[in-house]
Nanobody
Framework: QAQLVELGGGLVQPGGSLRLSCVAS????????MGWYRQAPGKERELVALIGSDGTTVYVDSVKGRFTFSTDNAKNMVYLQMNSLKPEDTAVYYC?????????WGQGTQVTVSS
């Protein structure tokens, strides 16, 4: 089993930056894949970025060049650095991990991009 807790959401102006953190209850190297997802009001949850066990990262086109997914194995944490934020990035952001085929989710953290 695993628990995931996100930190770092908030209100930011367009063009600003935020860093989201996710702490796992077990070694992140044990997960098959980890990801960040988001869900905007009235929309389905969508993938933002994935990182595989080999460190390969994949980003959705809308965040490429603006968001960076990174890890800290020593702290069992992953991060999503979000730069050049846009109003359309407003959503609840979720940390996700797969372990033995089972998906684990954090509780989500709100990110609001508004002037």
């Amino acid at each position: 089993q695993a628990q995931l807790v996100e930190l770092g959401g908030g209100l930011v102006q367009p063009g600003g930056s935020l860093r989201l953190s996710c702490v796992a209850s077990r070694s992140i190297s044990s997960f098959d894949v980890m990801g960040w997802y988001r869900q905007a009001p009235g929309k389905e949850r969508e993938l933002v970025a994935l990182i595989g066990s080999d460190g390969t990262t994949v980003y959705v086109d809308s965040v490429k060049g603006r968001f960076t997914f990174s890890t800290d194995n020593a702290k069992n944490m992953v991060y999503l650095q979000m730069n050049s934020l846009k109003p359309e990035d407003t959503a609840v952001y979720y940390c996700n991990a797969y372990l033995y085929g089972i998906a684990y989710w954090g509780q989500g953290t709100q990110v609001t991009v508004s002037s």
